[in-house]
Nanobody, 114 residues
Framework: QVQLVESGGGLAQPGGSLRLSCAASGFTFSSYAMSWARQAPGKGLEWVSGIYSDGSDTYYADSVKGRFTISRDNAKNTVYLQMNSLKPEDTALYYC???????WGKGTLVTVSS
C-alpha cells in the first residue's frame, strides 16, 4: 500500500534551518510529482512546494520562495524540503503529498520560536 512518512520536523529558532524528508513506498515513486503542504495552528491548508517526477521543475508558494528548496532522490524514493531563514509564521504541520493530492503522509511538526 502507498505510504508516505515524513521526518525532520522539530523546534528551530527564527532564522534557522530544518530539512524535512519524506520516504515513499508502495508505488513507483519516479512516476509521480510530489508536493509539500502545511497547516498552521487554527488555519487552513496551504500548498508549499511541488516537484516534477524527474525533478526537472520545481514550484513554490510566494510565502516560501527564496527560502525553501524542494528536491528528490528517485533512487531512494525520498523527497526533501530544505527550509532556511525560518520565520515564526512557518510553524505548521508539514505534509508530504503524492501527485494530484491523492495520498498524504501523517505530517511532521515544525515549530519556529525563540
Amino acid at each position: 500500500q502507498v505510504q508516505l512518512v515524513e521526518s525532520g520536523g522539530g523546534l528551530a529558532q527564527p532564522g534557522g534551518s530544518l530539512r524535512l524528508s519524506c520516504a515513499a513506498s508502495g508505488f513507483t515513486f519516479s512516476s509521480y510529482a510530489m508536493s509539500w503542504a502545511r497547516q498552521a495552528p487554527g488555519k487552513g491548508l496551504e500548498w508549499v512546494s511541488g516537484i516534477y517526477s524527474d525533478g526537472s521543475d520545481t514550484y513554490y508558494a510566494d510565502s516560501v520562495k527564496g527560502r525553501f528548496t524542494i528536491s528528490r532522490d528517485n533512487a531512494k524514493n525520498t523527497v526533501y524540503l530544505q527550509m532556511n531563514s525560518l520565520k515564526p509564521e512557518d510553524t505548521a504541520l508539514y505534509y508530504c503529498v503524492r501527485g494530484l493530492w491523492d495520498y498524504w503522509g501523517k505530517g511532521t511538526l515544525v515549530t519556529v520560536s525563540s
